[in-house]
């Protein structure tokens, strides 16, 4: 199965850019982005710009609506993703909670729909 | 010939009784269990409307999970949105060929296991993980469910939907955990067992007749955890545990439904069978030197079955082992539970200093046990005035009218 792990945290959690704390939570990513691959789980995953650069598009009356900002204002913000392959829900969790943002933040675990 | 009525309560018996296993069988060769729920519950339907003329089958399991297999196969000849599942049809009808019988169902590997760690995954919410295992492996209906709860039937077959389809399509796994999860799964798994027990021990609310049937059920549960994992000290405990409390069921309620306290209970209408093999089976746990919650709570429970009035009760021994229980798990409700040994190991005004210590806890400030146990000291200290203001407190947070009776009893006592 496919799994979509949304990783959320607040804006001020976890380490700050540029202290030492920051680099080693980089490599934590790196070893864990290399581990996925690995075991063959891996499928995609990025790190998304601050929600500060986010903006909502809609269409309405034919027309391109733009406003900036994210859709919905939320104390935890999407901060990146991973695209995971592994045989069920026990495997997802198991990968999911050693994503490094885990140890601030929150993952959301959601199966990806498969049309067939 | 039996009457119609007493037939009809045989089948309902034995699809009780044999449901969890044939339905854990049919999952683990479906891989859906909504499908198997739905040809198992055919089944028996089909039994409902077929035995009472032909009689009960030799094996009325072997009958149901025969029958449930081939209409798994018809259904999933059917059903296109099965067509992912069509190489176990071909199993099935492979297996379908084959010879059946009584002597089939002794082959079928148990898979309750498996069916009770998918009942109470985490990733479930923690009121359907319940009804799901009440429905999946005690066999109860829907709308038994829905009354032990107090829900309305709809409702309750709602959230067994839901919780079917999140198994379905979030890809829950009908496994046993790997080893490094084990422990902790297994804790979610007895968490709801005991909260079964619960339901029906402690009768909050609703309707009593049925909580009564929570309590066997939660019972029978945890013995086929312990059958399958014999091993598990906590299974083993939690078995003990609840077979010594429910052993004082019958004593705990007086001829008009009134509370009667341990304090008062007449010992005498105690289960002696069921303190006996609580007893047996937390004497041979406790060797095994792999202590828990549940055997602790078990122990002090023992203690209490022991002692032939409630005076000549170990309290040292019980306030010892809260005190151990607390250090495992520091909770302000195993606090509340050892003041009442400690009253009467130590004394009343040291049984008070301990309940000092969790007051401000914010976990307990609506617990109705806190001020009833806190009522019942300051009484005993003499300090009538807050035990006035903390029974009153107790009244209003008491969910069933046994309480609320039992504790206005204790209000009127207070002198002055």
Redesign the interface.
Known sequence: ?Q?MCLIYSAANAGPAPGTPEFSDYLKAYGEYTAMLQKKGAFIAGDALQPVTTATTVSRENGRTETTDGPFAETKEQLGGYYLIDC????T???LAAQIPTAEHGKIEVR?VMIF? | MLPPFDIEQSITRIVREEWGRILAALVARLGDLQLAEDVLQDSVVQALSTWPAKGIPDSPAAWLITTAKNKAIDTLRRDTRF??LRPELEYLAELESQATGAEELQTVPDKRLELIFTCC?P?LEEKSRIALTLRTLGGLTTEEIAKAFLDKPKTMAQRLTRAKSKIA?????F?I??ND?LQERLNAVLAVIYFIFNEGYSATSGEQIVRADLAEEAIRLARIMHTLLPEETEVAGLLSLMLLHDSRSSARYGNSSEFIALQDQNRKKWNISKISEGTTLLKSTLKKQKVGTYQLQAAISALHAEADTWEATDWQQINALYELLYSINPSPVVRINQSMAASYALSPQKALEILHTIESDPAIQQYQPFYAARGDLYTRTGNHTKARTDITSAIKLSENTAQIEFLSKKLNAIPG
């Open positions: 199965m799994y045989d069920s829900l026990d997802a969790i198991e199966p067939d | 067509s992912k995954h990733a399509l979030a890809g829950i796994p496994q955990p790997a999860q």
